[in-house]
């Protein structure tokens, strides 16, 4: 039996993807805190018991919705108290790029040489 796919088309690229894909980027308590990195997010951040706590990246300090952003590296999720968004690795790349989450768990792959099930044609 074929796998379902879900096809993505921008500009730049089109990417076919499964969507089990981002379940199991989620899954990879690591890459959240790869992808945090790489943003360098995570280093401006203080630890407050099991999470790491700090300024929301969506929303400025000037905005009347800043709260904190809340990171639970040992669950891989994110929150924030703020504009009551949370997630995993594929939907802060996801929000933080303006990408769809199939396109950001390309992404991310793409970054950490992980494979994945998909084909990208540019």
């Not at 945090?36 to 700090?54: C, N, S, T, W």
């Not at 933080?96 to 396109?103: I, K, Q, Y």
């Amino acid at each position: 039996m074929k796998a379902p796919w879900v096809e993505i088309q921008t500009s730049e690229y089109s990417v076919k993807t499964e969507p089990k894909l981002i379940a199991s980027i989620n899954r990879k308590r690591t890459l959240l805190l790869c992808v945090l990195a790489r943003y360098q997010i995570i280093q401006r951040m203080h630890r407050e018991g099991k999470e790491h706590v700090g300024h929301c990246p969506f929303n400025g300090p000037w905005s009347p919705d800043h709260g904190q952003f809340r990171v639970t590296l040992s669950g891989g999720r994110w929150r924030c108290e703020g504009c009551h968004q949370e997630g995993g690795a594929v939907e802060f790349v996801a929000r933080l790029e303006s990408v769809p989450n199939e396109l950001a768990a390309v992404l991310i792959c793409t970054w950490f040489s992980r494979r994945w099930p998909s084909r990208v044609i540019r």
